[in-house]
Nanobody, 128 residues
Framework: QVQLVESGGGLVQPGNSLRLSCAASGFNLKNYAIAWFRQAPGKEREGLSC????????YYTDPVKGRFTISRDNAKNMVYLQMNKLEPEDTGVYYCAADSRLVACLPEYGMRSDYDHWGQGTQVTVSS
């Protein structure tokens, strides 16, 4: 059974950092593209970043480029999202997702939104 469990969310002041973790079980992480999404209050879910299956190349959307870093540890079956210089606009529920298709994350073209497997989400609130 494929399962993704996020952790590390919380309340943080603007300008500070937070690292989210995503623990994968029931499948071998190295064979999947992994992504982070978020859903802000009253808004649709948006993609933030992904890491491809082969070569572990990364992709970032404009709102987080230069501030967030995605990484994966295949040996531990873990994915991380390091978030720096957080802004109130970063507030939302953060989800990790996994998909076995190569096209799920192709840095030359972007990331898809229809990932196969999703975690339950972790809340991040950026406020003073």
């Amino acid at each position: 059974q494929v399962q993704l469990v996020e952790s590390g969310g919380g309340l943080v002041q603007p300008g500070n950092s937070l690292r989210l973790s995503c623990a994968a079980s029931g499948f071998n992480l190295k064979n999947y593209a992994i992504a982070w999404f978020r859903q802000a209050p009253g808004k649709e879910r948006e993609g933030l970043s992904c890491v491809s299956i082969s070569e572990a190349r990364t992709y970032y959307t404009d709102p987080v480029k230069g501030r967030f870093t995605i990484s994966r540890d295949n040996a531990k079956n873990m994915v991380y999202l390091q978030m720096n210089k957080l802004e109130p606009e970063d507030t939302g529920v953060y989800y990790c997702a996994a998909d076995s298709r190569l096209v799920a994350c192709l840095p030359e073209y972007g990331m898809r939104s229809d990932y196969d497997h999703w975690g339950q989400g972790t809340q991040v609130t950026v406020s003073s």
